[in-house]
Nanobody
């Protein structure tokens, strides 16, 4: 039974930093993709950053480039998102996600999801 558990959200001021962490358990490891999506009120869930299991390939949404960094530790089964220079438009529920195979864009492609952690930037 795969579980993804996020931590690290909160309410911060514009310009601050936050680090989100996701711990995965019982994941059927092999070639896989893990990463972060976010969903703001009245918006669709969008991919923020993903990273392939070998760490060689990462993806960042345009809004995240230069400010966010995704990383993973396959020994600990964790994936983190370091978020710097936060803006009010970064306010959203952030979800950890995972899928077998290569990283793709649509949320519907991802097999496993955490419950989410709220990030509010004012």
């Amino acid at each position: 039974h795969v579980q993804l558990v996020e931590s690290g959200g909160g309410s911060v001021q514009s310009g601050s930093s936050l680090r989100l962490s996701c711990a995965a358990s019982d994941y059927p490891w092999g070639n896989n993709c893990m990463g972060w999506f976010r969903q703001a009120t009245n918006s669709e869930r969008e991919r923020v950053a993903t990273i392939r299991s070998d760490g060689a390939i990462t993806y960042y949404a345009l809004s995240a480039k230069g400010r966010f960094t995704v990383s993973r530790d396959d020994d600990k089964n964790t994936v983190d998102l370091q978020k710097n220079s936060l803006k009010p438009e970064d306010t959203a529920m952030y979800y950890c996600a995972a899928r077998a195979g290569y990283c793709t864009g649509p949320a519907r492609d991802y097999d496993y999801w955490g419950r989410g952690t709220q990030v509010t930037v004012s």
